[in-house]
Each structure stands twice: as structure tokens, then as C-alpha cells.
């Protein structure tokens, strides 16, 4: 009877660190595909990048660069006044 119970004990144990390998099998693929696509991601957003970083280019520009830009919104404090009402 007590080496049943051994027996089963050992394969209880045995099957659980099965278990752990697996689990720790499925962690480190998670960890790498994490890693990748991290670095795939950081790799197209500098391709995107690299053509206009020197310059503006015309999708970075304002479209109409006399009304609504950053400096005439600081100078006239209302809207209205642009106008004329």
C-alpha cells in the first residue's frame, strides 16, 4: 500500500514539473515575441521617420499658414475679433 502511494506521489511530482518546464517553455516564447515585435515596431516607426527628419515637409505644415496658427492664436485673444464681429 505504501508503495502505491509513493508510486503516485512520484508521478504527481514528476507531472508537475512537467508542467513548470512547460510553463516556463511558454513564458520565454512570450518574452521573444514581446521583444520582437517591440523592436520590429521601434525599426518601422525610424523608417517612417527617417525621410522628413531634416525638413518639414507638406503633410507637417500648416495648411494655410496666415489664419490659425499658434502665434495668431496667442496675439488676438478672441476669434471674434478676426471677423470683424
Known sequence: MDELIL??????????????EDYT???????LLMYTGAEESRLAR????????LYLCRPQLCPNPRID????????PHKTYLNGA
Open 25 to 31: 517553455i511558454e513564458a520565454a516564447t512570450a518574452t
Open 46 to 53: 525610424a523608417r517612417n521617420r527617417l525621410p522628413s527628419r
Open 69 to 76: 496658427t499658434p502665434m495668431v492664436a496667442a496675439s488676438v
Open 7 to 20: 508510486s503516485h506521489l512520484a508521478q504527481m511530482e514528476a507531472d508537475a514539473e512537467e508542467e513548470d
